[in-house]
């Protein structure tokens, strides 16, 4: 089955059930012990960076300091680094979601990027204010590899909204 995300498909809406799943299952994967590592990739803000420009109105700033604080939780970190950060993608996400959702898939990737670095400079300039060390230029190498994962994020997270290319003859649209 192959999928053409530039096709004049209908797409069903996504329902919140599965946008809840999804966020849901990228913070399970954020706690992975592995998560700490500089090349592992930030699932939470991938998923809700993804769901602040396909979905805006399920997934919003609400939703996106809901997580930040719950990752504040359990990475220890200093209350409201990533509530601040995820939020701050999630308001970009939501202004910039016509101009992402216009272009190709492999072209929004240039625009995503700008927007996970800026997110986890976020986090290091609010650990770097209350007085932590700066976590080293390969610290940045986390949005890069979260940026990149937005073609492979994007197929993956879209597959229950494609409508069947079998016609309802009965239905108006």
């Given amino acids: 089955m192959q999928i053409n995300f530039q096709s004049s498909r209908l797409l069903r809406p996504a329902r919140p059930a599965f946008i809840r799943l999804t966020l849901a299952l990228a913070f399970l994967l954020n706690l992975l012990p592995t998560s700490f590592w500089p090349l592992f990739p930030e699932w939470v803000m991938l998923v809700v960076l993804f769901w602040s420009v396909r979905a805006p109105l399920v997934v919003g700033t ?22 601040l950060a995820y939020v701050l993608i999630s308001y970009a996400g939501r202004v ?14 240039m625009h995503v990027l700008p927007i996970l670095l800026a997110g986890a400079l976020i986090e290091v300039l609010v650990r770097w204010f209350a007085g932590d060390e700066f976590p080293g230029y390969f610290y940045l190498t ?9 073609v492979p994020a994007t197929y993956i997270l879209m597959l229950p909204q494609f409508l069947t290319k079998d016609r309802d003859y009965e239905r108006p649209i």
Avoid: C, Y
């Fill in 96 to 109: 910039l979601s016509a101009r992402i959702l216009w272009l190709p898939l492999k072209q929004q990737v």
């Fill in 142 to 150: 986390q949005p890069l590899i979260t940026g990149l994962l937005w």
């Fill in 62 to 83: 609400g939703t996106a300091f809901a997580l930040g604080l719950l990752m504040d939780v359990v990475d220890g970190s200093l209350m409201g680094q990533h509530a």
